[in-house]
């Protein structure tokens, strides 16, 4: 388990079935002394945390499923798009990243953006497949506490 505080919170209308009903925070890693570690990220909240506290959270093994050079057949009617991941100030934070979109996003939307082969397998419910990224919501508004 790794630490982390809660920095703010994550309103998306649209998700994917698989987050229907939950609560999204935005949380920042922080070292064994409680100093900030590395990227805000974008966690479920499984037990009820407020903005300002300390939570231990936990990453999902990351599947190191390489793009196929060819056609899967559980990817059939996916639609891709080319997803430029943004720090919490909303600057482009590293390259692009290709993404099979589950919410049905469009261009210029801000999205929830999976990044974990096993995640993205799961919230995309196609089985075993070659997906390393996925969108899964349509953000609407961050609110963040100083």
């Known amino acids: 388990m790794l630490l982390a505080k809660v920095v703010g919170t994550v309103v998306a209308t649209r ?16 070292k064994t002394d409680h100093t900030p570690a590395g990227q805000a990220l ?9 903005t300002g506290e300390e939570v231990f959270y936990v990453k999902g093994r990351e ?4 793009f ?3 056609k899967n057949a559980k990817l059939e009617g996916t639609k891709l798009l080319l997803v ?9 934070l590293g390259g692009a990243v290709l993404a099979i979109d589950s919410v049905d996003a ?5 999205v929830l953006l999976v990044q974990e082969g096993k995640a993205a397998q799961q919230a ?3 089985g075993i497949a070659a997906v390393d ?14």
Request: aromatic share 2%; no cysteine.
């Open 68 to 70: 196929p050079t060819q």
């Open 15 to 30: 998700k994917d079935e698989g987050l229907l009903g939950t609560k999204l925070l935005v949380i920042q890693p922080l």
């Open 106 to 110: 469009g261009v210029g939307d801000r």
């Open 84 to 92: 430029q991941p943004l720090d919490l100030s909303g600057h482009a």
């Open 124 to 126: 995309l419910d196609r």
């Open 42 to 50: 974008v966690a479920v909240d499984s037990v009820g945390a407020g």
């Open 63 to 66: 599947a190191s499923f390489p």
């Open 133 to 146: 990224a996925a969108v899964v919501g349509v953000v609407d508004s961050v609110s963040l506490v100083d």
